[in-house]
């Protein structure tokens, strides 16, 4: 039972089998140089993806491919769990190019063209858990700041993962107000359209949509409560957040 985690702020503990996105803004991202830029350079969200600039990018690598990503290797070491931290950058692991949102250019954002597993594969046959930043490259070399959860969204599709959770900073998507159990694709861009799911929520559950559509069996968004979480997500019974479905 593999194990990746695909990361933008940390939130992380261990998984079985399935690919794991922590993907909430936790006390110390709120300090981190990346919330200090967009709050002096006044940057914009577009349908929940972040305007980004060149400057920006460059912070954007420094915190989440240097810092963020080894605090979480270095947390999963310290639980005696054997891991690797690597960016979409490394050995080509993730293609990226432009994105466009509604036709506009949002600068140095990315998606995923395509995926080289060589690292994963190693990783698989070692035993070792990859801890994935998002930033990736395009054929040319520049550097583009992706969506985390898309991004997970992406390595689960190519891993024909049985699961994927993204814990956030919510308890799961909320409808009235209140955490809706199970929504089907089939409902996702109503729902979104409506107005009932906004901001950084939208991308995610598209990035569950695409997940499960291609093969996924389950895309859980859930909050984090303690070491337990992640298994009591699972667990079907013990849920208290979120999963997307056919």
């Known amino acids: 039972m593999?194990?990746?985690?695909?990361?933008?702020?940390?939130k992380a503990s261990r998984a079985s089998r399935k690919v794991f996105s922590?993907?909430?803004?936790?006390?110390?991202?709120?300090?981190?140089?990346?919330?200090?830029?967009c709050r002096t350079?006044?940057?914009?969200?577009?349908?929940?993806?972040?305007?980004?600039d060149a400057h920006t990018v460059g912070v954007v690598q420094m915190v989440l491919s240097g810092d963020v990503n080894k605090r979480i290797v270095n947390a999963l070491q310290t639980s005696g769990v054997k891991s690797i931290g690597i960016s979409g950058v490394d050995c080509g692991?993730?293609?990226?190019?432009?994105m466009l949102v509604k036709g506009r250019?949002?600068?140095?954002?990315?998606?995923?063209?395509?995926?080289?597993?060589?690292i994963i594969d190693l990783c698989r046959k070692n035993g070792i858990v990859a801890v994935v930043s998002p930033i990736s490259r395009d054929a040319h070399g520049n550097i583009y700041n992706v969506n985390a959860?898309?991004?997970a969204s992406e390595i689960a599709k190519k891993c024909r993962a049985e699961h994927l959770l993204f814990v956030s900073d919510v308890p799961g998507v909320k409808i009235d107000n209140t955490v809706k159990n199970i929504i089907k694709i089939s409902e996702i861009e109503a729902l979104i359209a409506s107005g009932q799911i906004t901001g950084g929520m939208a991308p995610k559950v598209r990035?569950?949509?695409e997940a499960v559509f291609a093969g996924v069996k389950q895309v859980h968004i859930c909050g984090w409560n303690g070491p337990g979480t992640l298994s009591n997500e699972l667990g079907g019974s013990t849920m208290t957040g979120t999963v997307i479905l056919k």
């Not at 593999?2 to 940390?10: G, Q």
């Not at 692991?93 to 432009?98: G, T």
């Open 2 to 10: 593999h194990r990746i985690f695909c990361h933008k702020w940390p």
């Open 22 to 37: 922590p993907s909430s803004c936790t006390g110390a991202a709120r300090t981190s140089p990346v919330s200090s830029t």
């Open 41 to 52: 350079r006044n940057i914009l969200f577009v349908e929940g993806m972040r305007v980004t």
């Open 93 to 98: 692991f993730l293609i990226a190019s432009r």
């Open 105 to 118: 250019d949002i600068g140095f954002v990315g998606q995923i063209d395509a995926i080289d597993m060589t």
């Open 149 to 151: 959860d898309l991004a």
């Open 207 to 209: 990035g569950a949509a």
